[in-house]
């Protein structure tokens, strides 16, 4: 069963410094949904292979 959303913030939350500000916990929000989208792309398929990575990239840095 999938944790309510509300109460993997709460958790979250609780597992960080009491001295952390309100950046830290913002930054932290925002890289776990970074990670959480990441892994339903790869969920649903949307990935792609290494080499056309490295082919995109080249062409960025002409």
């Known amino acids: 069963m999938r944790i309510a959303v509300k109460e993997e913030t ?3 939350i609780e ?3 009491d001295d952390c ?3 830290d916990i913002l930054y ?3 890289f776990k949904q ?3 989208k990441g892994l339903q792309d ?3 398929g949307r990935v792609m292979e ?3 990575v490295q082919q995109r ?3 960025w840095s002409r």
Do not use: A, G, N, W
């Open 10 to 12: 709460i958790q979250l």
């Open 15 to 17: 597992r960080m410094p």
């Open 21 to 23: 500000t309100v950046e």
């Open 28 to 30: 932290e929000l925002y």
């Open 34 to 36: 970074k990670v959480d």
């Open 42 to 44: 790869i969920r649903e």
């Open 50 to 52: 290494h080499e056309e």
């Open 57 to 59: 990239i080249s062409k």
